[in-house]
């Protein structure tokens, strides 16, 4: 039932109640403004920066599932699997060449499929942080974490996010909050039977000594759907969401959101980000991706509606209890899917895969695909960043202020799977006072890409 189903009983039962009633729905009907709203908005805001990138993806090695990281200094940092142990090579060309590496992961082999694959987060200072699934057997997988102090010169002996289960830990997201402390998020487990069959938990956990050790876990949620990443994003004065694909009543696996306000050791009631009712007996192995922008949490998500992969775009504003009509980010792209969030100064970039086919011609390579969308929600034009040798699968993006964007793929090859590296840069800087419209991947003006389909 609709919140605004509710107000009028409500007020006849208890009129001291209006003044919370009004105010939930004037947060409803902002974060739910129509297209010509949107549209309006984006019209009184600046023009978005504009990033050149070199003409297609480059191959950097073998490998694959690549992460990336900068320090200050400038030196460019690319984690990737290679024969199923971890390395972490280091640029200080700007991603001209890269060092032999050092290895990360110890112990046996690890394992990286689909969105369950390593990562990492390299802080501002001398902090290093990689996180893995360590290969323990069916049903038995553990996450491993490990840091290095040292600039990544080397690290240290891996420690367990949590040893208390005795099931599953595996498609995880890590993450570090502004005031340092460290969360690793994941599908569990060890709670099969309280839920939906087939679905996991989602758990999680946190350092708040740089990684030393972690907190007990703590259960976020049930009824999730059992190989979709999580994601993470921060607010303010320690405010953290968590984002997940959930299972819902007769397969339907839609994007749900909870919010901690007290750094995450409780969340509050889950919010259903949008609708999709996309019914599917079987996990599509792509979760959602958060980021928080001019006081808004932005989501971005894969689905199917009207027939059709789409990937989509809704926000809230007011912490993830409400959230906007949802807007296509993927144009006429087909297959898009894969997206990944990341802050560039006042816009997020927003980076997927997709193969932009003619319509005589339908499976030609996938593509990776650049584009950024503003605290309005508005959406810059989609930008070919393309292919090296093979078709590009899940991209991760890293933008280094001011002015240097890398965009990293896995690709396959006969000889093996490869590490392509495409390099960006600031080309134009957004003009101040200059009114604009959103645009559609053509150029041409559009207002921001409202569905209809809901």
């Given amino acids: 039932m609709k919140l605004h189903e509710l107000m009028i009983p409500e007020l006849r039962r208890n009129p001291a109640s209006a003044t919370g009633l009004v105010r939930a729905l004037f947060l409803l009907v902002i974060s739910t403004v129509p297209s010509d709203a949107n549209l309006l908005l984006s019209r009184s805001d600046a023009e978005f920066s504009q990033f050149t990138f070199e003409s297609h993806g480059r191959v950097v090695g073998k490998g694959n599932d690549p992460q990336l990281g900068v320090r200050a200094s400038g030196e460019l940092f690319l984690l990737s699997v290679k024969e199923r142990t971890l390395w972490l090579q280091t640029s200080a060309d700007g991603g001209d060449s890269f060092d032999e590496g050092i290895r990360v992961s110890d112990g046996g082999k690890i394992a990286s499929n689909s969105e369950n694959t390593p990562l990492m987060v390299v802080r501002s200072m001398h902090e290093f942080y990689a996180v893995w699934t360590a290969d323990d057997g069916h049903d038995h997988s553990s996450l491993q974490f490990a840091r290095s102090m040292d600039w990544g010169k080397s690290f240290g002996k891996s420690i367990p996010v949590d040893s208390s289960g005795n099931a599953s830990q595996s498609f995880f997201t890590l993450a570090v909050a502004p005031d340092g402390t460290v969360f690793v998020a994941w599908l569990d487990g060890r709670d099969r039977g309280q839920g939906k069959q087939g679905s996991s938990a989602l758990y999680l956990a946190r350092s708040v000594n740089l990684g030393q050790s972690f907190e007990a876990s ?66 599509p192995h792509s979760g959602p991706a958060l980021a928080t922008l001019g006081g808004r949490l932005f989501v971005a998500w894969h689905t199917v509606s009207g027939k059709r992969s789409r990937i989509y775009i809704a926000w809230s504003i007011d912490n993830g209890a409400h959230f906007s009509s949802k807007v296509e980010g993927g144009m006429n792209l087909l297959d898009p899917n894969h997206p990944r969030l990341v802050h560039l100064d006042d816009t997020l970039g927003l980076v997927f895969q997709a193969r932009g086919a003619p319509a005589r011609e339908a499976w030609v390579k996938q593509d990776v695909y650049f584009r950024q969308i503003d605290r309005v929600g508005a959406l810059s034009p989609v930008q070919r960043l393309g ?67 809901d």
């Fill in 218 to 283: 703590v259960r976020v949620a049930l009824n999730v759907c059992p190989c979709c990443r999580p994601s993470i994003a921060f607010g303010e004065n320690k405010t953290m969401h968590i984002g997940w694909r959930g299972v819902i009543d007769h397969d339907i696996r839609d994007i749900f959101i909870a919010t901690s306000t007290d750094g995450g050791a409780t969340f509050g009631a889950q919010t259903c980000v949008a609708e999709d009712n996309w019914q599917i007996n079987g996990c």
């Fill in 387 to 453: 292919h090296a040798i093979g078709s590009a699968k899940y991209p991760t993006l890293l933008f280094e202020r001011p002015d240097r964007i890398f965009v990293a793929w896995t690709e396959g090859a006969d000889e093996g799977q490869k590490l392509v590296l495409a390099r960006g840069r600031l080309s134009a800087p957004k003009q101040v006072n200059s009114p604009r419209r959103a645009t559609g991947g053509n150029g041409s003006p559009t207002a921001v890409e409202k569905t209809n389909d």
